[in-house]
């Protein structure tokens, strides 16, 4: 069975940072591209970042020179790392699989304002 288990949102104010961690089990981890999507209140969920087994990353533009994503294999576990966050990051985080979008987890909330 399949589980996401995302951590690490918050509280910050805007031009602060966050780091994102999100635990996946019941794959083979190191063979799938990861994603980080988000949802925003009253939008559709959206993929935001992502990055190949072999390390290959890609960016949505609005968060491009901000966030980072990686991944650790060993840990089978993928990270966000946000700075100069904005208040239209507000929003609810989570990781999955593209194209494949097993069950969603918890995700984890991401509130920037002042």
């Known amino acids: 069975q399949v589980q996401l288990v995302e951590s690490g949102g918050g509280l910050v104010q805007p031009g602060g940072s966050l780091r994102l961690s999100c635990a996946a089990s019941?794959?083979?981890?190191?063979?799938?591209?990861m994603g980080w999507y988000r949802q925003a209140p009253g939008k559709q969920r959206e993929l935001v970042a992502s990055i190949t087994s072999g390390g290959l990353t890609n960016y949505v533009d609005s968060v491009k020179g901000r966030f980072t994503i990686s991944r650790d294999n060993a840990k089978n576990t993928v990270y966000l790392q946000m700075n100069s966050l904005k208040p239209e990051d507000t929003a609810v985080y989570y990781c999955?699989?593209?194209?494949?979008?097993?069950?969603w987890g918890q995700g984890t909330q991401v509130t920037v304002s002042s």
């Open positions: 019941g794959i083979i981890f190191s063979i799938y591209t």
């Open positions: 999955n699989v593209p194209r494949i979008l097993h069950p």
